[in-house]
């Protein structure tokens, strides 16, 4: 089997998280390039939703269940995202990535806001074939809760473990992991216990830096190590040369 790289595009990266589904088309089509110039890899690529799903997943308070009222919110969340979807689509096609979007409102079953069904042995398929699907944080429907939001750090860890993946990476609009302004070059379970990362500043409902941390420790209990390192790195992170970010291990210091 190939070896698969599963790398996620942060919300914040490729949306302007203070508007209301505003798209950074400028900043898809320079990712979009990099990853054309990378095609060895098999790639599965992952997105966040920034301002296109978080906005609709609050007001509809979709985490908090289905109540009836808010059954809408469903259809609005998962059409805002997908429409960002569609945009990260077309940018890496018009740069010459034969990529698919996947949503995974449509393959995914989740209870009580964690994935028990989420069906990858397609994604297999379409890597083995140079084919790069494109998945992304999604609305999915929840056995207890009705629906939930299934965030795309949550989907990364899923698909690494499922494809075997041994590079993992989350890009993102700082240079990794920042505790008093310095990246914090490794985390493992024990270091995590003493940081002090504080919150997303904007309308995130999946926990922004932290909500990434504890789902990526999940991966590295498994043996997985996972990278989070700033956009403008996805050469570095790819090409292995060091991209200054943040390792997430099972390991401690070396
Ligand atoms: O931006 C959230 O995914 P994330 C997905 O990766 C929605 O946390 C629809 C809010």
Redesign the pocket.
Known sequence: MTETVVL?L??SVITDKSGECAIDHARLREVAEELAVQRDPALVL?????SC??P??RRYR?NDGLTGENVPGVYE??T??SSLNAAVVDALRDAGVEAIGIHPLDLALAEDGRLVSFETRHIAEMTEHGIVPVL????VMDRLRGSC???????VTRLAAALASRCVGLATDVPGVLQNGSVVPRIDRSIVKTLDIGGSGNT????GMQ?KIAELLTLADAGIDSHIFHVSKIGRFLDGTGHGGTIITERGMP
Not at 46 to 50: E, I, L, Q, R, S
Not at 149 to 155: A, F, H, P, R, T
């Open positions: 996620k942060g919300g992952v997105h966040g939703a920034g799903g978080h609709e997943a979709i969340t998962h805002a995202v992304h944080g999604d609305v939001i299934v965030s795309g750090d949550q989907l995130d409902v999946t926990g909500g």
